[in-house]
């Protein structure tokens, strides 16, 4: 059942970004500790420098086993370091997969007034773009962090073991430039942030454009668009020289660390060293330890940066969580009616506008009995594919009911209802792939004797005869190999082997040749004697063949009858018939109801 009672709110923050990488805690850990192992004996290698030095200057020759035990060290920490980055970096994989198949899984159930207000283009930049810098933020980032953490504290361990006042100095420095680097960190994440929006900007428009690229041509309107997408990126561009520029005042800062340490400490333990106050080995051994330094500080501020980032992307992906989705309602009670039998279905005093302050429907009412075929007529604008939308609990009416066999259709498990309605819509039906996999799109499981039988009662077999590897043909973007009347047949095939109790269908309106005007009323009419058939009728062939027609006007049902009845007494239905249904047809009803 869909309801707007808020789900536990998902953590943000650190703890957020914790929760994604927390499932795979054990091979963080294992890939952590490999790597600190190996940074740890990274450590040790400035330690056996002194001890060698030491060894030197008492008058020893070089000492081969120290040179030994050095390289081995080297060798080792290299190799453990590789392993441990390779477990992280698996880790990783991991985790973008699991929040880009949850992202998936929540799109696909968003609801249609969701995604009405949304852009496609934005939410494919959340799934490809956002997840990836989560991953980073999740493995790499906080591994990162807690190894230079690590690292940072041992080697200032190491140094206030060497010389006290040395390191006392150097914690001056680090603190004047942890206060300035603290500063430019909410800035990271900002620009981050400003930088994903733009690509999901970029995305959006581009979306755009590819979807309507036969448009655009048609209307020699490509550099416009060029310009348009064109503008999107430089959006995105300004906003990366923007957090370029943050990104890049983060790492200066260890560089200056680095860089300022180390001119006060070669002077004041340089003067110390001079003076005899300090031993020439501690201070070689201090500084050695102080640009062993580098490394940790700079994992220190480039993780610190990519959890800004990852953060920024975070709460781009806890947006999308948090859109409202279709719920699945729990088990019912009640036994819906067996799935062969044509479904009915009504109206009661539906209230219903897509903006609840402007209501499309005030009272609207209506009955289609099961089986046959109801028509929908009506001005453009009045409200027959909302009808549908509506059936298909697209949307739900502010008041009254609409229900399907008698019950309330917020009483069905949606996949249930829904598993029951086949819905042809009227633009662009068919999807890239082959006509195989457009007609088991609804019905993965059919029978290959099934396919045959319906490909014959939607008079497909020519097309699949004509095409040269038959139902194994690809259609291309959104079936554009095929014609109009092809596209609306291949659909409307789909949704019949799917066994419908009730057939949604919304007529294309584009003109037809005779030849794919015939299949057509053909596939219809075969239809409305197995299943409930609600059309909503654009031709004048398919308003005859209907046992009722609903005519639709301004939110209400205004008459119903047949063709002949309505023809008669209904002045807006004659008026539609002869200009709406002509212009389909290029044949006024007149001449049609003679003929
Ligand atoms: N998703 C939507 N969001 C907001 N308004 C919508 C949406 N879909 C339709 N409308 C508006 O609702 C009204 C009814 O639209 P609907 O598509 O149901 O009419 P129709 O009778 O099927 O029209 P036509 O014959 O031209 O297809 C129109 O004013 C339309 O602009």
């Known amino acids: ?48 420098a002194k001890y060698f030095l030491d060894g030197m200057a008492v008058g020893g020759g070089p000492d081969v086993t120290l040179i030994l035990v050095l390289s081995a060290l080297l060798v080792f920490a290299t190799v453990l370091a590789s392993v441990g980055n390779y477990l992280t970096e698996r880790t990783a994989e991991g985790i973008v997969h699991g929040v880009r198949r949850d992202l998936v899984r929540r799109i696909m159930r968003l609801r249609m007034s969701v995604l009405d207000h949304g852009s496609p283009g934005d939410l494919l930049s959340r799934v490809v773009s956002d997840s990836n810098q989560l991953r980073t933020a999740t493995t790499r980032d906080l591994v990162d962090l807690f190894i230079g953490a690590l690292q940072f504290v041992g080697i200032i361990v190491l140094m206030g073991y060497l010389d006290l006042g040395l390191l006392a100095l150097l914690l001056a420095v680090v603190v004047v430039v942890g206060f300035a680097f603290g500063a430019v960190v909410p800035r990271i994440r900002r620009a981050s942030l400003n930088v994903q929006e733009a690509l999901g900007e970029m995305g959006s428009t581009l979306e755009r454009s590819l979807n309507s690229l036969r448009t655009i041509k048609a209307s020699g309107s490509e550099e416009r668009e060029i310009a348009v997408v064109t503008a999107a990126s430089e959006r995105a561009l300004q906003q990366g020289k923007r957090a370029a520029v943050w990104f890049s005042a983060g790492s200066m800062s260890t560089g200056l660390l680095v860089q300022v340490s180390f001119l006060i400490i070669l002077g004041v333990g340089g003067a110390r060293a001079a003076t005899g106050g300090l031993d020439l080995s ?112 697209f949307y739900e009416p502010q008041a009254g009911s609409v229900r399907m066999d008698g019950r309330d259709i917020t009483e069905w498990p949606l996949d249930r209802l829904r598993a029951g309605i086949g819905y042809v819509e009227q633009e662009a039906p068919v999807l890239s792939g082959t006509l195989r996999e457009n007609l088991l799109m609804a019905a993965p499981e059919a029978t290959e004797e099934e396919l045959a039988d319906i490909i014959s009662r939607t008079r497909l077999e020519g097309l699949v005869g004509r095409l040269e590897n038959g139902l194994d043909t690809l259609v291309g973007h959104r079936g554009v190999a095929l014609s109009g009347g092809e596209r609306q047949r291949v659909a409307i095939a789909r949704a019949l082997l799917r066994r419908p109790r009730l057939l949604l269908l919304d007529e294309a309106t584009s003109q037809l040749d005779s030849i794919n005007e015939q299949a057509l009323q053909e596939t219809i009419r075969e239809a409305s004697r197995i299943t409930t058939v609600m059309v909503i009728a654009h031709r004048l062939a398919t308003v005859r063949e209907a046992d009722r027609i609903l005519v639709l006007e301004r939110g209400r049902i205004r008459s119903t009858g047949t063709h002949e009845e309505l023809v008669e007494s209904d002045e807006l239905y004659m008026e539609l018939s002869m200009h709406q249904f002509a212009g389909a047809e290029a044949a006024p009803v007149g001449a049609g109801a003679q003929g």
Do not use: C
């Open 1 to 48: 059942m869909n309801t707007d009672a808020p789900a536990p709110e998902p953590p943000v923050g650190l703890r957020g970004l914790l929760s994604y990488a927390r499932p795979h805690s054990l091979a963080l850990w294992s890939g952590g500790l490999i790597t600190t192992v190996a940074a740890l004996l990274t450590l040790a290698q400035p330690m056996v």
């Open 282 to 393: 501690v201070l070689v051994a201090f500084l050695l330890y102080l640009f062993y330094l580098t490394g940790p500080i700079t994992q220190l501020t480039s993780s610190i940066s990519g959890l800004q980032a990852g953060l920024a992307s975070l709460q781009r992906i806890r947006e999308v969580q948090a859109m409202p989705n279709e719920e699945e309602t729990g088990a019912v009670s009640w036994t819906p009616a067996s799935a062969d039998r044509p479904a009915s279905v009504s109206f009661r005093n539906v209230r219903f506008g897509y903006d609840p302050q402007v209501p499309l429907f005030e009272e609207l009412t209506f009955d289609v009995p099961a089986g046959g075929m109801t028509a929908f007529v009506g001005p453009s604008a009045a409200g027959k594919s909302t009808v549908f939308s509506l059936v298909e609990r």
